[in-house]
């Protein structure tokens, strides 16, 4: 049923921690019916240098946030924002198909981070 990649990604998790010193965080889901993340960056020269999840949901939210956190770490926050449910899935090796909405938690929580931060640097000024 799952991949190699998910199986693994469940089973040893990157990136999940929380950051207290975050720059920015974002979340997405709904914690009241299954799955929810938040997402937290650290943005050093416009890429994001750190990043971390806490998540709550099955074993597909739990590989999708970790894969989403691989992806993007080191990039641009433009690159970053780049990254679509398609890439998550495909970096998985797929997901089946009642699985592959959780794809969208990690792409949501992940540039509500973005907007967050950048809506920080705006007020900033």
């Not at 937290?40 to 597909?60: E, P, Q, W």
């Not at 989403?68 to 924002?81: R, S």
Request: glycine share 6%; net charge negative; aromatic share 10%.
């Amino acid at each position: 049923m799952y991949s190699e990649k998910v199986i693994e990604h469940f089973m040893c998790p990157q990136n999940a921690y929380s950051m207290p010193d975050a720059d920015a965080e974002g979340s997405f889901g709904d914690p009241t019916c299954g799955d929810y993340l938040t997402i937290y960056i650290k943005v050093k020269d416009n890429r994001i240098s750190k990043i971390s999840y806490l998540v709550f949901g099955c074993a597909a939210a739990i590989a999708t946030s970790s894969m989403t956190t691989v992806l993007a770490k080191g990039k641009t926050l433009d690159e970053a924002l780049e990254i679509s449910e398609e890439d998550i899935i495909h970096a998985l090796d797929g997901l089946p198909d009642n699985k592959v909405h959780c794809s969208n938690l990690g792409v949501s929580a992940l540039r509500n981070a973005i907007y967050n931060y950048l809506n920080r640097m705006e007020w900033s000024y």
